[in-house]
Structures are given as C-alpha cells and as structure tokens.
C-alpha cells in the first residue's frame, strides 16, 4: 500500500503555451496506491523468484481543491504473465460519481526468440463530458481523443532485429469510430555491441493533428536520451 501527495502553485504565465494542458490549475493531491504481485520460482523449493506472474493494482487521486468531487476515477490495472516472454495487461477506469466505467483497454506482448517483440492493443472509451481533472495517469493524450470524447482504437507496434545490432520498428494506431489510421510510424534503431547506447531515425505520421516528421533520437542507456 501506498500514499502520495503532490502540491504545487507557480507563475504559469512566464511559460510558453503549446496546447491546452500547458495552462494547468493549482491542484493538492493525495494518490492512493494498493498492488499485489506473485511472482513464480525459479525451481521447485526455490524462493528466488523466476518472472513476475502476476500483478494487480488499484489506485485513485484526491483532490483538495476539487470542491464537491474531490476523488478521481478509479483505476485497475490487471498483468498475467504465464511466460517469461509473454504478458497480457489489462486497464479499466471506473467514475466513482455516475457509477459507469469511463475506459479500459486490453492488450498483449509477446517476444519471439528475442528477435521479434510484437504487441497489440484495444482501447475503448464511452462518450462523456469529459473532465480532465477526473483522470489518472494519461500520458499519451493522443491516444486518448479528447475531441470526440469517445475511442476504439487498435494500436499495433512491432520491433524485428534484423542483425547483431540493427533493429526494425513499427507501430500504428487506427480507429474504427472513423475507419481511418491515425497513426504509423517506422524507424531503424542501431544498439552499440555493449548495449550502452543506441540511435533511432524514424519517420512518423499523424491525422490528428495532421503532421509528418522525422525523428533522430540518441539514447544513453542508464543516462538519458536526446533527439531532434
């Protein structure tokens, strides 16, 4: 079990505004985090573990400034490994104030001989008004649409080691509400005989917002990266 709190309040305006998250309010939040794992033996009698079977997770938000609705949604998260090179994860986001699951999404990873990493996604979301303050940990604001405040997309990604050291990735995301791609991308991704460092050149495509561009992206392993 864990507890977290986060309060921060400073002159915005002093900072450059890109899209509409760059303007946040002041928020005090406590984060409620409750996970489990089972992790399966190495061998019979062996309490060294060997991969992580199991993992479940329930957290939530409250916010002290939110006035009536202090609390955010809900979230579960649920990843089974049977094998060490495969896992299925699944996220469900559930509103605490209209009992109604707002989202959840389901998917898979699988590595093929370390030479072919494939996963898959299914992301689903009912329409609602939407309020950004009600939700958790949403990075990829893409892949959530907050225009149409509803989604069913597919998200495919695939990484094919061709050789000791260069790589072949792939990924799209498309829609079935608008039976179109939103997104594709490609890219080469060269790793140092050590592992210590890589370089990806990729080229990416996106409907929403409309934009092509090509990405170099240098990473320091344990470091950092730096891309243009």
């Known amino acids: ?44 009698g062996d309490f060294l573990p060997k991969w992580e079977f199991l993992m ?29 090179s495969f896992y299925i994860d699944t996220n469900l986001y559930f509103d605490p104030y209209n009992a109604r699951m707002r989202r959840w999404s389901v998917g898979f990873d699988v590595n093929l001989k370390d030479d072919i990493k494939l996963n898959f996604d299914y992301q689903f979301s009912k329409a609602f008004k939407i309020d ?31 050789s000791k050291r260069i790589a072949i990735d792939l990924k799209a995301r498309y829609s079935f509400l608008i039976d179109q791609m939103l997104e594709s991308g490609y890219g080469v991704v060269y790793t140092s005989d050590q592992n210590c460092w890589s370089v990806t050149l990729s080229l990416e495509n996106r409907k929403r917002p409309h934009e092509t561009r090509a990405v170099l992206l240098f990473n320091f392993t344990g470091i950092g990266s730096i891309g243009i």
């Open 56 to 84: 479940g997770r329930v957290y939530f938000n409250y916010d002290m400034d939110a006035g009536e609705k202090p609390f955010s949604d809900i979230a579960g998260e649920l990843r089974i490994s049977p094998f060490k």
């Open 1 to 44: 079990i864990e507890a977290s709190s986060v309060s921060f309040k400073q002159d915005r305006e002093e900072f450059p505004v890109f899209d509409n998250i760059d303007r946040i309010k002041k928020r005090s939040l406590v984060s409620f985090f409750l996970t489990n794992f089972l992790y399966i033996p190495e061998k019979k």
């Open 132 to 162: 950004t303050k009600s939700l958790i940990d949403i990075t990829d604001y893409s892949a959530f649409d907050v225009e149409r405040e509803r989604m069913s997309n597919i998200i495919f990604g695939a990484g094919i080691k061709v």
